[in-house]
Structures are given as structure tokens and as C-alpha cells.
């Protein structure tokens, strides 16, 4: 049973049995609780094994974070020209509480191109307060920007594009309920002068059930994260547990 640790309160965020490998477990805050419960006596079930580390990337590998206390992600063109971002955690469930930025800064003349490969944000539409969702939004901009809607929900083949060569995207998560996040690959391309013309999203529709996030990972082994938390009380101390190649084995509750 894993527990997030919230205001010293222990909240039972997913509970692991059988003989499937679980997706990486990326804390909310500097502690994890993982607790195993045995009712009765058993020969057969050997119980599991696992990795874990302290992080202070939020489970996003990509990106040049300048502040590790926050999960701000900067991504130039004079660096690379083409990169992967992921909510924290992908292909595990993303942290509650969290808000997380991906800054794109391409040179005179570039735009970016995102187009996401997976897309599972827990919410409803119009994805916004009143509909108590977590969301990604799309912006030109520092601040909010009108042309684009809230995302939410399962969607594929996700594409949208900047106008110029700023872009951001920024993942909200509530307090409640998860996703498995995203994946999209950006690319910085030169925007023709004559042709300015703004495409936001190419083509969309449900992911089906049958294509989770292992699908494409193959047999990439799965990783547990503990993250630290940006909560005030340890701002300037944020650590990340991670645990990887977690293996279950026969392990269930009655
Ligand atoms: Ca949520």
C-alpha cells in the first residue's frame, strides 16, 4: 500500500497486488510510505524488490531546470532543435498539487512544434476550476492566452504549435485523483516569412484502454519515485526518492 504523507497525515494513494509490475511511484512531498500487509501465511508468494532514489527533477529528465524547488522546465534551441518533455513521473501517475512549466525558446523567426504521443490528464471538460480538473494549458505567452482551451482527459495525437518563438505549457494538478500524465515530442522549426499562419490542433480523439503507457515503453523497467515536496515548509530542501526495477511477485492481499 503506498501513502502520500499530507499535512502528517498518512492518504492512501494506490494499493499493489499480484504478479504485475506497477508503474513508477513519484511522491508529493520528501516522504513515501510503502507499507506491505500480509493476512495470513503463505509459501508460494516471495514478495517484491525495488530501487529508489532522491530526486529533485520531479521525475522529468529533459530540460534545464534553474531552481530545483520548482518544476520549471527551459528548453532552447541553441541547445537542441528536437526533445521529449513528460509530466512528472510518465509514465507513472503525476503528483497531486503540482504545477509544472515547460518554457520553449526558439531563436528569430522559430516556432515550436509539440505533438503528444500520450495524453492522460484526469478531468472532464471544459477541463476548468468549476469542473474540479487537473489540465494542460497552452500559451504564446507568460500569462494565460484566450486562443487556447484547457486539455483534459484522454486524447491522441494531440499536436499544437506555437506563433512565435516562445512557447509554454504548463500541467495543473488538484488535490484529488490521477492521471498517468503525458508525453509529446517538441520540435523548433524556422517559421517561412510568407506563411504565418498558426495551426493549434491537428487532429484528436480517445486514447483507447488497451494502450497504456507501457505499450510504448516496452520492457523499460518500471521506477518508483519518492519526490520532495515544493511544499513552504522544506522550500529550500527537495528531495527525490526513486525506486526502480520494482519487481512483484505473487503478492496479494486477501
Ligand atoms: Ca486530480
Known amino acids: 500500500m ?9 492518504e492512501l494513494v494506490e494499493t499493489l497486488c499480484g504478479d504485475t509490475l506497477p508503474k513508477p511511484i513519484l511522491s508529493d512531498g520528501p516522504r513515501l510510505l510503502l507499507e506491505l500487509r500480509s493476512s495470513y501465511n503463505n509459501t508460494e508468494n516471495k514478495g517484491f524488490t525495488g530501487d529508489f532514489f532522491f530526486l529533485t527533477n520531479f521525475g522529468i529528465p529533459t530540460g534545464h531546470q534553474p531552481n530545483q524547488s520548482e518544476c520549471t522546465f527551459h528548453y532552447f534551441r541553441n541547445v537542441t532543435n528536437q526533445g ?14 503540482i504545477i509544472c512549466n515547460y518554457l520553449f525558446h526558439g531563436g528569430p523567426n522559430d516556432f515550436v512544434h509539440v505533438r503528444f504521443t500520450y495524453f ?7 477541463c476548468d476550476e468549476d469542473t474540479a480538473s ?22 491522441r495525437e494531440l499536436v499544437v504549435r506555437s506563433d512565435a518563438r516562445f512557447f509554454r505549457i504548463t500541467m495543473i494538478s488538484n488535490d484529488r485523483l490521477d492521471g ?27 486514447v483507447t484502454p488497451t494502450s497504456p503507457a507501457s505499450r510504448m515503453y516496452g520492457t523499460l523497467l518500471p521506477i ?15 528531495g527525490i526518492i526513486s525506486i526502480i ?3 512483484l511477485r505473487k503478492f496479494c492481499q486477501d
Open 180 to 206: 498517468t500524465g503525458f508525453r509529446a515530442l517538441y520540435t523548433f522549426e524556422t517559421l517561412p516569412m510568407e506563411t504565418t499562419e498558426r495551426i493549434e490542433v491537428a487532429s484528436m480523439g480517445k
Open 224 to 238: 518508483v519515485l519518492i519526490t520532495v515536496s515544493s511544499s513552504p515548509a522544506i522550500s529550500n530542501e527537495i
Open 84 to 97: 521529449w518533455i513528460q509530466s512528472p513521473n510518465f509514465p507513472g501517475a503525476y503528483p497531486r498539487n
Open 134 to 155: 487537473d489540465y494542460v494549458e497552452f500559451s504564446n505567452f507568460v500569462t494565460r492566452d484566450r486562443k487556447y482551451a484547457m486539455y483534459c482527459g484522454s486524447w
Open 120 to 126: 492522460d490528464i484526469e478531468g472532464i471538460r471544459p
Open 245 to 247: 526495477g520494482m519487481g
Open 2 to 10: 503506498v501513502y502520500y504523507i499530507v499535512n502528517g497525515r498518512e
